[in-house]
């Protein structure tokens, strides 16, 4: 979290497991989740595309069902 302060970027921290915290952090056409584990490991994950709009409201139930 200190490197991340120091580069001035903004993250959100997450509670998604009860052995980590995850960071997530967005930078234009990426983003990252850093998983800090209690023994001090990380695992990062980059999800990488091009911002692009796929749809509008008639997306969403197509979403909720799995649909890609």
Do not use: C, Q, W
């Not at 998604?16 to 800090?36: A, K, Y």
């Not at 023994?39 to 969403?60: N, Q, T, Y």
């Amino acid at each position: 979290m200190k490197a991340l302060d120091a580069a001035r970027l903004h993250y959100f921290i997450m509670r998604n497991r009860p052995d980590s915290l995850t960071l997530s952090v967005t930078f234009v056409g990426e983003r990252v989740e850093i998983d800090i584990f209690e023994d001090d490991h990380l695992e990062i994950s980059r999800f990488r595309g091009d911002e692009s709009v796929e749809g509008g409201a008639e997306l969403l139930p197509e979403i909720l069902r799995g649909g890609r």
